[in-house]
């Protein structure tokens, strides 16, 4: 089945320093792929998305990019922020199975400090 | 709109005790989802609805549960006789059908279950 492998945390950074969060997946079918991100408190928010090889997903400075030959969609992030402290997680769906719901990673704890 | 409503935001009950959990989609969004999140996981696929059909549901999503969608708006989660690793967030989220997987779901910021 679908599945999705994410590095484990928490990453801890200081301010300004590049952030790089792993993400690898098996899917049957061409998936699309996500990151979202949940921030202490809400709920997840659709942090940015790619839906074909070689597409690169980016938002407010972070960006990922899909790698179809090694089945990975990395997130980075050039200078983080304390704001960006959050959990992050990668998701894939597959359309063409049929399926509409997403398959998630565990997450990955990203602490900021200043 | 202010986005995927969830109700109650948090419910403690006893073991045995049913529950239901009530979620307001973005109002012109026909596709609603519920998944189940434990501590330290990422969200998992309970089920899916396209308006008021139930399309598809998870091998996660036991006899104890059952979910509806009764005129394509609100949807229900109700856990009968509650155990207690049912204890988890319940999230919903909804989508517009677009043709496919590229459009964006907006989840709600969940019901967190405690069964004591």
Redo the contacts between chains.
């Keep these: 089945g679908d599945s ?1 492998t994410q590095m484990e945390g928490p990453v801890t950074l200081s301010e300004e320093a590049f952030l790089t969060i792993n993400c690898t997946y098996t899917a049957t079918g061409y ?2 792929l996500f990151w ?1 991100v949940q921030y202490p ?6 942090l940015l ?1 790619a ?1 074909k090889a070689d597409d690169k997903g980016s938002n407010k400075g972070f960006e990922a990019t899909y790698r179809k030959e090694t089945t990975s969609f990395h997130l980075e992030k050039g200078s983080v922020q304390v704001s960006d402290s959050a959990v992050y ?1 990668c ?1 894939l ?3 063409d199975t049929g ?9 990955t704890r990203l602490q900021v400090q200043p | 709109d202010t ?2 409503s969830q109700d109650p935001r948090h419910k403690i009950t006893k073991r045995g005790q049913n529950v239901t959990f009530r979620c307001d989609p973005i109002s012109e969004h026909n ?1 609603l ?1 519920w ?1 189940r999140q434990t501590l ?6 309970l089920t ?1 609805f ?1 308006n008021e059909a139930q ?2 549901k ?1 091998r996660l999503l036991s006899d104890r549960f059952s979910a509806e969608r009764p005129k394509g708006s609100f949807s229900t989660l109700e856990i009968q006789r509650t155990e207690q690793g049912d204890s988890a967030m319940y ?1 919903c ?1 909804s989508s517009a059908s677009a043709g ?3 459009t ?7 019901t967190r279950l405690t069964v004591v």
């Design positions: 999705v998936p699309s979202y408190g809400e709920g997840l928010q659709l998305k839906t997680f998701a769906g597959v359309m399926r509409r719901a997403l398959t998630f990673g565990s997450g | 986005g995927v596709r989802y998944y330290g996981q990422g969200p998992e696929f899916y396209q399309l598809e998870s999230l989220a496919g997987m590229n964006e779901a907006f989840f709600g910021q969940g």
